[in-house]
């Protein structure tokens, strides 16, 4: 069983600074895509950014020169370091990965993953 366990999230003040990790665990072949979505009340879920396993890295324009993605692949985890935070930001933030389960998996297709959610608060 696959679980991905986001930690980080808090209330913070505008123009301040927070860093979400999401660690995988459990019984898996390889992790492939990796990335931070977020949700605000009322609001469907959005991508923020994510970031593949040659890290590379793709950012929704509203987070481009605040928000950084990176990932440790040694650890299998994700992190999104969010610095100039702003009221717009607050949202529930959530983990995804792709991830193969075993080596035939890489023929047959792996699945997405997501984390419980984290809730990220940004006062004016």
């Known amino acids: 069983q696959v679980q991905l366990v986001e930690s980080g999230g808090g209330l913070v003040q505008a123009g301040g600074s927070l860093r979400l990790s999401c660690a995988a665990s459990g019984s898996f072949f390889s992790i492939n895509s990796m990335g931070w979505y977020r949700q605000a009340p009322g609001k469907q879920r959005e991508l923020v950014a994510t970031i593949t396993s040659g890290d590379s890295a793709n950012y929704a324009d509203s987070v481009k020169g605040r928000f950084t993605i990176s990932r440790d692949n040694a650890k299998n985890t994700v992190y999104l370091q969010m610095n100039s935070l702003i009221p717009e930001d607050a949202a529930v933030y959530y983990c995804?990965?792709?991830?193969?389960?075993?080596?035939?998996?890489?023929?047959?297709?792996?699945?997405?993953?997501w984390g419980q959610g984290t809730q990220v608060t940004v006062s004016s």
């Open positions: 995804n990965a792709y991830i193969f389960a075993s080596a035939r998996a890489l023929f047959y297709g792996g699945a997405d993953y």
